[in-house]
T-cell receptor, first 110, second 116 residues
Framework: DAKTTQPNSMESNEEEPVHLPCNHS???????IHWYRQLPSQGPEYVIH???SNVNNRMASLAIAEDRKSSTLILHRATLRDAAVYYC???????????FGAGTTVTVRA | EAGVAQSPRYKIIEKRQSVAFWCNPI?????LYWYQQILGQGPKLLIQ????????DSQLPKDRFSAERLKGVDSTLKIQPAKLEDSAVYLC??????????????FGPGTRLLVL
């Protein structure tokens, strides 16, 4: 039970922003939102996580809705190396495992 | 900082044979995970260790799969005997602590298993 909903796929042009939505309407107050991505033939890698406030790091930004029922991962300028499957995952403070869904496959056009 | 190491990277075996995978987590990481990823799906947790103790093995098919982490560092995952449906990528991950929330898991490159 991944407990999040994401689109199956998205396409983007190189150097344009990508906005990846995630729905987590049943989220509880102590659940974090994590994003991981998996490049072809590699293991998943951490992208970003947040609880309530928007978060930025060198890879991406995470915008969390005020009611926390949805969030958006923002890749500011997509490159060909950003083509991957992106997973949105809820994880409570007492959870010890990540429950992966099918994720969103992002394709970047040159 | 060295990442999570796994070997072998690829393995082809025939059904009913046995196979073993090895994982070396990031130094100092107490928690180690084994995931199975079938083509087209997200990873599924098989077993989780905290140091050398098992935290969760509820998704591990114990009639054929086994795993150990004897000294709280390296871990091995074994399948005996293998079935066709075991064809998948086996991922190892590690993290500093047990409980989640803000904890980050670091994944190895995986072992791609093909059972013929």
């Amino acid at each position: 039970d991944a407990k999040t909903t994401q689109p199956n796929s998205m396409e983007s042009n190189e150097e344009e922003p990508v906005h990846l939505p995630c729905n987590h309407s049943t989220i509880s107050g102590t659940d974090y939102i994590h994003w991981y991505r998996q490049l072809p033939s590699q293991g998943p890698e951490y992208v970003i996580h947040g609880l309530t406030s928007n978060v930025n790091n060198r890879m991406a930004s995470l915008a969390i809705a005020e009611d926390r029922k949805s969030s958006t991962l923002i890749l500011h300028r997509a490159t060909l190396r950003d083509a991957a499957v992106y997973y949105c995952i809820r994880q409570g403070s007492n959870d010890y495992k990540l429950s992966f869904g099918a994720g969103t496959t992002v394709t970047v056009r040159a | 900082e060295a990442g999570v190491a796994q070997s072998p990277r690829y393995k082809i075996i025939e059904k009913r044979q046995s196979v073993a995978f090895w994982c070396n987590p990031i130094s100092g990481h107490a928690t180690l995970y084994w995931y199975q990823q079938i083509l087209g799906q997200g990873p599924k947790l098989l077993i989780q260790f905290q140091n050398n103790g098992v935290v969760d093995d509820s998704q591990l098919p114990k009639d054929r799969f086994s795993a150990e982490r004897l000294k709280g560092v390296d871990s091995t995952l074994k399948i005996q005997p293998a079935k066709l449906e075991d064809s998948a990528v086996y991922l190892c991950a590690s993290s500093l602590a047990l409980y989640g929330g803000a904890e980050t898991q670091y994944f190895g490159p995986g072992t791609r298993l093909l059972v013929l």
